[in-house]
């Protein structure tokens, strides 16, 4: 198997921007899912999965089941939810590296890969190439106020995180968030998240831990969602859940 890369962060978007990327044929669409980054690897009848970080985690046994099943020799990136993988690049296939591939022909080649196999707890991210139905994608997101979508550059191959070239996937969250370190408690069940904003900016807030969830201790990582981010910080922030697939900031 290939060195495994590192997960390319996204640069957000307004939708003035996003608007633009949906005219253009270069780039195309998928929705930006809320679950856990994975990526998982098939080989010789043994299947490995890391997350985020590079660390190696167990998966739902469902979804090894159908990975045994489906007889994968590849490495996919994508989304974990819920016992259902989702995989929206393919970096490796029969021990050859993808990666150096533009994205167009990786999500080809992924598309040949589960065609008549997409089943069980795999599944692909549908992809939006053409401009309607990039609109039809965004319009459906953002009337049900999902998590958020993805444009990505068809041309590009994947990112390695060395050299020059700088992430090039950008991101409209339709419910943004933001992922922080607990740094201390205000009252009960209440904590203090600093992090970075969707738009980069540092940011602190006091955030409710609803009563069927555990206090996450200082020092772990969680999710906050909001509204919108102010010039004083957060508003509405809500405890989405704890995130023990992000590094500590």
Known sequence: MQRLLPCEPFTPIDEAGAMELIQSSDWCAQEELDGARL????????????????????IPGRLKLSALALGLDCLLDGELVDDTFHAFDLLELAGGDLTALPLRQRLDRLSDLLHGRDRWSICQVATARLRWEKETLFEVLRGERRKGIVFKPLGEPCWSGEGERAPSSRKLSFRPSMTGRVIGFAGARRIVVKGLSEHGRPVSCTVKIPDDHHLPPVGTMVEVGYRMAGNVGLIDPTFVRRRDDWAVA
């Open 39 to 58: 990526r998982l690897h098939g080989a010789g009848g043994r299947i490995t999965a890391w997350d985020r970080l590079g660390k190696v985690v167990a």
